[in-house]
């Protein structure tokens, strides 16, 4: 297992915040988790599909909402015996506007900005785990009314530890949506998203 790097040491220390918080100004700070198991059994199969059960993902999560719209959160993951940062990133609401800044996904689909605890089903549509598979450094822009949505995002690199080699790419994201039909009982949803993304490039093997 590879030791957490020292950014990822010093956001953990960020969870003790949060519990010490509470205790002042309670329902606005929160420390919470996630865990996902995942198992299979072959009845009738093949030497190579082998029975097994595994944490698919393990995650500590800490939020604070600081109100008059602002809001941070901070996310590691366990899964896999590696630590990974998954979401880190200051938030501010306002009049249905929305400016995030840290890391985090791209808003290029809907299921990259909800939870997966919100997904429709087990995981995220295939365009948006394709197109856009990973978290990025940047920032991004969100505007919501009763029938429309539209948001932008642009990010740098592609991902959180840059090398002196690797000049860093450049990510940006579009998405509009347009709901005729929003009550509390019917949606109806057309949207369209577009994706423009420069890889990283190593400066010594090009």
């Known amino acids: 297992m590879k030791k957490p790097s020292n950014l990822i040491r010093a956001l953990s220390l960020l969870f003790l ?7 002042q100004a ?3 700070y929160s420390l919470g988790g996630r865990l996902f198991l995942d198992g299979g059994l072959f009845t009738a199969s093949p030497a190579c599909f082998n029975s097994g059960v595994g944490i ?3 995650r500590i999560t800490g939020k604070a909402d600081f109100g008059d719209g602002w809001y941070t959160k901070l996310d590691v993951g366990f899964a896999s015996n590696k630590v990974r ?5 200051l938030q501010k609401t306002k009049n249905g506007h929305m400016l995030r800044i840290g890391y985090m996904i791209g808003m290029f689909s809907l299921d990259q900005s909800v939870s997966t605890n919100d997904y429709l089903f ?11 598979p990973g978290r990025r450094i940047g920032a991004s822009y969100t505007w ?3 029938k429309f949505y539209a948001s932008g995002s ?5 991902g959180l530890n840059f090398h002196k080699n690797i ?14 039909l929003d009550n509390a009982h019917t949606l109806l949803h057309i949207g369209t998203g577009g994706l423009y993304k420069r890889p990283d490039k190593n400066t010594e093997t090009g």
Do not use: H, W
């Open 167 to 180: 000049k860093q790419g450049v990510n940006a994201t579009l998405r509009f949506v347009y709901r005729p």
């Open 56 to 58: 698919s993902d393990l």
């Open 122 to 132: 087990m995981t995220g549509a295939n365009v948006a785990e394709i197109f856009y």
């Open 144 to 146: 919501s009314k009763s």
């Open 17 to 23: 915040l949060p519990v010490v918080l509470t205790v």
């Open 26 to 28: 309670e329902k606005k």
């Open 85 to 89: 940062l998954k979401d880190a990133f």
């Open 154 to 158: 642009v990010f740098c690199g592609d």
